[in-house]
């Protein structure tokens, strides 16, 4: 239900038919008892940004863990870009264009950070299992890879240990990681999380830009930066959807102001 | 000259710091250097040296320190050479090499069998011997049922293969064995079923710390007390003294050499003991032999040279503390009388070290096999 | 090179250095038997292999194997037999001893990878009792005896290995060509993707990474070359042992690289040489092995935790040396 | 007579209880290895050593002193305690911070160490060490004869287990303990005094140790090897309780010490190997050992 | 409000050789609570950490209470009454939620007890028993919070509390700070979210390149507003 007006209200005149890449139907999952997701449609359209809210411990880590097949389903039914992923495994998921950022910085932290970019060039470029070459063969890597850092602004720290960076300078490296992987479904999980005002704006422009031809899921849950990005909001409590809309129905409800914005929230 | 190097050097190779550390350990190295000492210090006027080392129980270091000290330390001749793996090994090496090599450590009767070496030597005991003389003894007085406990690797199936095979051969019966890894600690189990087979022998067919605790806990669980006997394969008195008589008391067992038998032997003993402050067992005291005897045909060959040197100690009779009436058979087996004896109880030891009565003498042709029997392919048929 | 990273900057500064002393090292192996007993430089060089085997895992890939006496001693085994048994030439019976390591690295890598750190240890190490268990009760492997007086044959039917120097120029090929492998694989974009399971498996698999199969690789790789370095061992000695492949000789790889420095091209060189060194002159010293031993590794701990070549790069080479406390 | 696999009850009975005792030994080794593993993150190699330590500490005192089981019973853990908690101050407190390989390599080195000194000193066949006066003799259970000793040995390794674990699982110091391994920064910028923790922790774990080496002293000859193999099986039963479990530690214990009896009855060659097929067998299932919570 | 309750002279301090801290002045006194802002890697997650002894490397003087702690071993600072929340929360995965709550000593009478923080946070309770980093992002953050209040310290550091929390949570957590400045627990706060802090703190010290480069009270904001922009960006 849902899901249908989700498609029917898609904003703005863009001349492609929404369509969906990533969905999700009655999604569930449960730890020793406890019901950390449950009966979940999701539907995340190209070129649009999706944001997942709600309070902590609503599940949305959880979901995506799910989509990202780092968990398994208890139930449910999970559809990549008409595939269906409900049983494949996460590198081959990650292989297929979704790729996800980490709630806590995931980052390859005694590598320098031009080798961490490096090292997600390397697989779509099928150097992964070439142990006969010698290094330099990821040379030809190494343009695009400084491209990425200058994007997120990390061109001056390429040659630093990645351990090394700020926290969230660590956040941005992960972006820029991601970005290497050109992915066609973007999950990022909080991105926005530990970083200064700049930064969030920084940030906010590239995951716009980067929205343009691929589909992007995030949980943030900073409300200026979801108001001003995001096309579409699922709100979650407790493992359910329990509400979704633009930023201006979904503020308006009344539950949503209780279980999560709280009063303050214009 | 006719000494090569100018010098005789032997190698004392064996355990020094692992299971068989005290069954010769470096204690044997001792009595080699006493050999040396009473043999004069120099034969053809060359100096003699003993050096060792510790093989630690493996075959693989065992030979490359051998061929080490062959290649590098102009070694003359190895000796000692405690467990089977490590003899078979280092002879096989020496045979290459053409180099004399006396086993007093290892028990395995391939030594003197299939592989035996026309350079190689074998003195103090075997596992043939061990089970004629323990075996052959205790059937005869009436223990003619057995169940064997047994270490899982050759030198136990040897052993309880060999007594198991006497045991038949004069009409007694075998009920049942236990193969058990090597160093485990417990042996409750297997005494438990050796219980409860109700043989009225119980044959361990393994060596030093093994046997040490099986016969211990054998005490303990009253198997001795219950009525049937224990009979340990191969238990020298190194392995009693540390077992103390409490534990070990009517263990029967046998050994080439006791050091409390006639004069010879007590004189030795002594001397031994004032450097080491222990009594020597039959491979100590085998192993001084065998430094001797070596030393003897050097001396009688006028030469070091190897073959001149096995030719004289396949001929020279062996007279000396350890044996008065060896003989060194085609097959390299040194033939000599083996001895049984029985562990006294605490009230009847006398004195330190007084620890065994005698119970049998097995002459020399009947404890070692016939060198037509051995299988050497050395031996004329 | 136009982009240096971090890590071959490192390397650029030390780099000369560190190829001239390589070159030296050489160098000095191929001078090595006329000054020193042949046998024992080539016992050295054997370990030092199978050490950088170990090292390929150990301080590339992260992953602590307890059972890697089954590649170095079931390769000697294999080849010990093969040689002995069938009469295989010596070249054959390695590369039946390393394609045999191979296999046995795919059936434990395969059971093993999928658990972690102290898990994938004790996997590894229980596997590889079993197959000590099997080589203690399969009759080919003749027991505590061992297979004895394996012929050294000919190699490719021309060099005949019983002549020492021939014998020992073979095992300085193989030792060289061993350790390159190691070095390619490591500097290798596979290597780069190994480094990056090690430091951070999640986010390698959030890149795309089927990270099991690139551990189940480098497992085989270095099951491999361990097995290379068994068979080589079993012909120079003639012999293959239950020595080989029991627990303690997986310790003493550990050992040899936590001495030498873990994720150190030469460390393992280092610790293989020491700890041969040390077992080969105290053997004979009449000094127990066992305290001397014991008292250089609680020292080694206490003062070159990176171990002798790690601690070397760190203070003298680099200050950001990698790898060298952590595994 | 009732059979099971050719075997009559009885005798399955007998076996055991011997596989019980024996597994007393197990638990009372692998709860002191898994409280040490289980809070210093330090794979103590040299408990084993430890172990043979305390039984000769146990044989010197009595050789020497003339100091009998009784006292040595309180004096011999006191000891290794005290040893242990010295080591810890002089060189473990160094190694926390780093990869748990080092505490390994150190504690291995000591183990040779300890082993190589006194076999040096007193050769290997080992030393005898009688049962004291009040426990000797046996008692007949009708299928088999029970040594009185040995049922001490249960007791006593039940009343030292459950003691342990419950001072560790059901006190703060436990959940101190369990944190301080996870970030002990942290948890001393909470205000504990984590150095004085880890130091008693080894000392509680050597202690424990050498209690269990006096208390197979009687049973076992007193000798420096009667440790050295026992470490890997101990650990091993560690994992498969679950490192870091001291309730699995302790259950697997006597768990190993069962299954090894019966495995000493049916496939005797194999009892040594039979906690190592467990171990695959556990970690291919259960990830985590029988009572790991998972990582 | 003579004596600085916290005074922080000249702190220097460093990571292996990296100069992290360059020299840190500010005080905080009795009852008041400051907030640290500045960008992404000036240096205030370390000022904390020097202060409580969790830098190893440092120099300079410490004064809380009268008393230094620089040279007082670290198991001894938190028993002067300081109370520490890291920035990645530190929640010890094998407690459960609640071994995690009881863990940190009680240092002082005046803590909250465990039945008052489960009233402030209702979802610890329901999960009171699962292993503590089983708890969502969110819920180790309020779980983090919540064991430093039942030690009874007089102070706490603070290091962004806010951040990965709902909306709603965070407005808690704003009105839990307020409850606890109206008992007179002083507070050192690191903090990204500039409204949040500008709602509670009555005083700022502004962070760059490991020093501080401005102190003002709440007051004096508009004053610099061009400075905070400049180098926040807000
Ligand atoms: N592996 C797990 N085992 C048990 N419970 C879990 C597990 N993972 C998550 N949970 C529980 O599931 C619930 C949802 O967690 P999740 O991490 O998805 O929340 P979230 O919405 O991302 O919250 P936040 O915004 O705080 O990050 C939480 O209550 C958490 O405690
Ligand atoms: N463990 C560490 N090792 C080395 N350098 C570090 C470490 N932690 C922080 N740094 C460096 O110290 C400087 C200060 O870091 P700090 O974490 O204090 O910044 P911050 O102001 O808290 O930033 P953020 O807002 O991102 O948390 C940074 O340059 C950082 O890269
Ligand atoms: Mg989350
Ligand atoms: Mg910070």
Redesign the pocket.
């Known amino acids: 239900m849902k899901t249908a007006t989700a498609a029917a209200v898609q904003p703005d005149g863009d001349q492609d038919v929404p369509r969906v890449v990533l969905s999700a139907r009655g999604l569930r999952r449960d730890f020793a008892g406890f019901v950390a997701v449950n009966s979940v449609d999701l539907d995340v359209h190209h070129g649009k940004i999706h944001a997942l809210i709600g309070p902590n411990g609503a599940g949305k880590t959880t979901i995506f863990n799910l989509l990202t097949k780092f968990l398994q389903p208890t139930s449910g039914r999970i559809e990549l870009l008409g595939t269906d992923i409900t049983r494949t495994s996460p590198a081959k998921v990650a292989r297929m264009g979704l790729v996800r950022s980490f709630q806590i910085s995931a980052i390859f932290p005694h590598l320098s950070v031009l080798d961490n970019v490096r090292v997600a060039l390397q697989r779509p470029s099928g150097l992964g299992f070439q142990f006969w070459r010698s290094l330099s063969a990821l040379d030809e890597l190494t343009p695009r890879a400084r491209e990425l850092l200058g994007i997120v602004g990390l061109d001056d720290a390429a040659n630093r240990l990645a351990?090394?960076?700020?926290?969230?300078?660590k956040r941005v490296l992960e972006i820029a990681t991601t970005l290497a992987l050109d992915p066609k479904v973007l999950l990022l999980d909080e991105p926005m999380a530990?970083?200064?005002h700049e930064d969030v704006g920084t940030i906010s422009g590239i995951i716009r830009s980067l929205a343009r031809d691929r589909a992007v899921l995030m949980v943030e849950h900073n409300l200026t930066v979801v108001a001003d990005l995001c096309d579409w909001i699922t709100v979650m409590q407790r493992g359910q959807v329990l509400a979704a809309g633009d930023y201006a129905t979904v503020s308006q409800d009344e539950r949503v102001r209780i279980a999560y914005m709280g009063t303050e929230h214009e | 000259g006719e000494i090569s190097d100018g010098k005789v050097k032997i190698g004392i190779l064996n355990d020094q710091s692992g299971v068989y550390a005290d069954f010769g350990g470096k204690w044997s190295v001792e009595a080699a250097k006493m050999a040396v000492e009473d043999f004069g210090g120099k034969v053809q006027g060359a100096p003699i040296e003993i050096i060792s080392a510790d093989h630690q129980n493996k075959p693989d270091i065992a030979s490359n320190i051998a061929r080490q000290w062959y290649d590098t330390e102009q070694v003359d001749a190895i000796m000692e050479l405690t467990t089977s793996s490590v003899a078979l090994a280092v002879q096989g090496l020496s045979k290459e090499k053409k180099k004399i090599d006396i086993v007093t450590g290892a028990a395995s009767t391939e030594l003197t069998g299939k592989q035996c070496s026309p350079y190689g030597f074998h003195w103090a005991y075997d596992t043939h011997s061990q089970a004629v003389g323990t075996g052959g003894a205790l059937v005869q007085q009436g223990g003619d049922n057995w169940y064997f406990i047994t270490v899982d690797y050759a030198f136990g199936y040897s052993l309880e293969e060999q007594t198991a095979k006497l045991v038949k051969d004069r009409g007694g019966k075998v009920l049942g064995e236990v193969r058990y890894p090597l160093g485990s600690t417990d042996y409750s189990s297997f005494l438990l079923q050796a219980q409860s087979s109700g043989a009225k022998v119980i044959g361990l067919a393994n060596a030093g710390l093994d046997t040490s605790n099986s016969i211990k806990q054998a005490a303990e669980f009253g198997i001795v007390a219950g009525g049937q006997r224990l009979a340990a394969l191969l238990f020298t008195l190194a392995e009693v003294h540390g077992l103390g008589l409490q534990a070990a008391q009517g263990v029967v067992l046998t050994e080439g050499y006791y050091w409390d038998r006639d004069d010879k032997s007590r004189d030795f003993a002594d001397r031994f003991f004032k450097r080491t402050n222990r009594m020597p067992n039959m491979i100590q005291a085998g192993t001084y032999s065998a430094v001797s005897q070596y030393l003897k045909a050097i001396d009688k060959a006028g030469t070091d040279e190897t073959e001149a040197v096995a030719k004289q100690l396949h001929e020279m009779p062996v007279d000396d503390v350890f044996t008065a009436n060896g003989k060194v058979q085609a097959d390299g087996s040194m033939v000599h009388d083996m001895y049984l004896y029985q562990v006294k109880k605490p009230e009847e030891s006398k004195k330190d070290w007084d620890y065994y009565t005698y119970l049998a003498t097995i002459p020399g042709d009947q404890a070692f096999m016939k060198a037509e029997e051995s299988g050497c392919p050395l031996v004329a048929k | 090179m136009s982009e240096l990273t971090l890590q071959e900057r490192r390397t650029a500064a030390s780099v000369r250095l560190e190829w001239g002393l390589v070159a030296l090292g050489v160098l000095a192996l191929i001078a090595a038997p006329f000054f020193i007993y042949p046998i024992f430089v080539m016992k050295m060089l054997c370990f030092a292999l199978f050490a950088c085997a170990f090292n390929l895992l150990l301080g590339y890939t992260g992953l602590l194997s307890f059972g890697h006496a089954t590649f170095f001693g079931g390769a000697a085994y294999l080849c010990a037999y093969a040689v002995k048994a069938w009469g295989w030439p010596p070249e054959a019976g390695i590369l039946l001893g390393m394609g045999g390591a191979a296999l046995l690295g795919l059936v434990m890598g395969f059971l093993a990878i999928r658990r972690q750190g102290i898990y994938f240890a004790m996997i590894t190490l229980a596997l590889a009792q079993m197959f000590y268990f099997f080589c203690v009760q399969a009759p080919f492997t003749e027991g505590e005896d061992g297979i004895q007086g394996v012929p050294r044959g000919t190699l490719f039917g021309i060099v005949d290995l019983n002549v020492t120097m021939n014998m020992y120029y073979v095992v300085l090929a193989i030792f060289l060509i061993g350790v390159f492998a190691v070095w390619r694989i490591v500097n290798s974009p596979f290597g780069m993707i190994l480094r990056s399971i090690r430091e951070n498996e999640n986010r390698a698999i959030s890149l795309g990474y089927s990270v099991g199969r690139y551990k189940l690789a480098a497992f085989v790789m270095s099951a491999a070359l361990a097995g290379l370095a068994g068979a080589t061992k079993a012909i120079v000695f003639q012999f293959a042992t239950l020595t080989d492949v029991t627990w303690q000789m997986s310790g003493e790889v550990i050992l040899m690289n936590l001495l030498g420095g873990i994720g150190t091209m030469v460390g393992p060189v280092v610790g293989a040489g020491l700890v041969v060194g040390l077992e080969n002159t105290l053997a004979t010293s009449g000094f127990p092995v066992t305290i001397a031993t014991g008292l250089i590794f609680m020292v080694c701990v206490l003062i070159f935790r990176r171990g002798i070549v790690g601690e070397i790069y760190a203070r003298w080479l680099a200050p950001a040396a990698d790898g060298g406390d952590k595994g | 007579m009732t059979m099971i696999f050719g075997i009559p009850i009885q005798a399955l009975l007998g076996q055991l209880l011997v596989g019980l005792i024996n597994g007393s030994f197990y638990a009372m080794l692998s709860l002191g290895l898994a409280v040490i593993f289980g809070l210093l993150r330090i794979i103590n190699f040299a408990h084993g050593a430890l172990y043979m330590f305390g039984a000769f500490i146990g044989y010197l005192l009595l050789v020497h002193l003339g100091i009998g089981y009784w006292p040595a019973l309180v004096l011999v853990p006191s000891a290794v305690g005290l040893f242990g908690m010295a080591v810890e101050r002089a060189a473990l407190s160094r190694l926390y911070r780093i990869d748990p390989l080092y505490g390994l390599l150190f504690t291995f080195g000591m183990a040779l160490v300890i082993e190589g000194v006194f076999r040096f000193y007193y050769g290997v066949s080992g030393n005898p060490y009688a049962v004291p006066a009040l426990l000797a003799g046996g008692t007949n259970l009708g299928f088999m004869f029970l040594p009185n000793y040995r049922g001490w040995v249960v007791l006593a390794s039940l009343i030292v287990c459950i003691g342990t674990w419950l001072l560790i699982e059901k006190t703060r110091l436990g959940s101190y303990l369990r944190a301080a391994t996870e970030n002990p920064e942290l948890v001393q910028a909470f205000g504990v005094n984590v150095p004085l923790l880890l130091t008693l922790t080894y000392g509680l774990g050597a202690a424990l140790a050498g209690l269990a080496g006096i208390l197979a002293a009687p049973v076992y000859q007193v000798s420096p090897l009667m440790g050295s193999d026992l470490i890997i099986v101990v650990f091993a039963v560690v994992v498969i309780g679950g490192m870091g479990s001291i309730l699995g530690a302790i259950v697997t214990g006597y768990m190993l010490g069962l299954a090894e009896g019966l495995t000493k009855v049916f496939y005797p060659e194999a009892s040594n190997l039979v906690v190592f097929v467990i171990m695959a067998i556990v970690l291919l299932l259960r990830p985590a050992g029988l009572f790991g919570r998972d990582a | 409000m003579s004596e600085p309750l916290l005074a922080v002279r000249d702190l220097h301090a460093w990571?292996?050789e990296?100069h992290?801290?360059h020299g840190v002045n500010l005080d905080v006194f009795r009852g008041e609570t400051v907030t640290l802002l500045?960008?992404?890697?000036?240096?205030?997650?370390?000022?904390l950490?020097a202060i409580m002894g969790l830098v190893r490397k440092r120099t300079g003087s410490v004064v809380f209470n009268g008393k230094d702690l620089i040279g007082l071993p670290l198991h001894r600072v938190a028993h002067q009454g300081i109370g520490f929340v890291p920035?990645e929360r530190g929640i010890f995965a094998t407690l459960t939620v609640d071994e995690n709550l009881i863990l940190p000593p009680v240092v002082a009478k005046g803590g909250m007890s465990v039945d008052e923080i489960f009233d402030l946070f209702p979802n610890l309770k329901e999960r009171r028993n699962s292993p503590g980093t089983r708890l969502s992002g969110g819920e180790q953050q309020m779980l983090a919070i919540a064991r430093i209040l039942r030690t009874g310290v007089q102070m706490l550091l603070l290091?962004?509390p806010t951040e990965g929390l709902a909306p709603v949570i965070v407005q808690r957590i704003g009105e839990l700070l307020a409850t606890l400045k109206k008992r007179g627990m002083t507070i050192l706060l690191?903090e990204?979210n500039f409204r949040f802090a500008a709602r509670i703190a009555d005083r700022f010290y502004l962070?760059e390149h490991?020093k501080v480069l401005e102190g003002f009270a709440v007051g004096e904001l508009n004053v610099h507003t061009e400075l905070l922009h400049e180098v926040l960006g807000v």
Request: no cysteine; aromatic share 6%; hydrophobic share 20%.
């Open positions: 351990g090394d960076l700020s926290y969230g300078r530990g970083m200064g | 990571y292996g990296g992290a801290l500045g960008r992404n890697g000036v240096g205030k997650t370390t000022t950490r920035e290091d962004e690191v990204q962070m490991g």
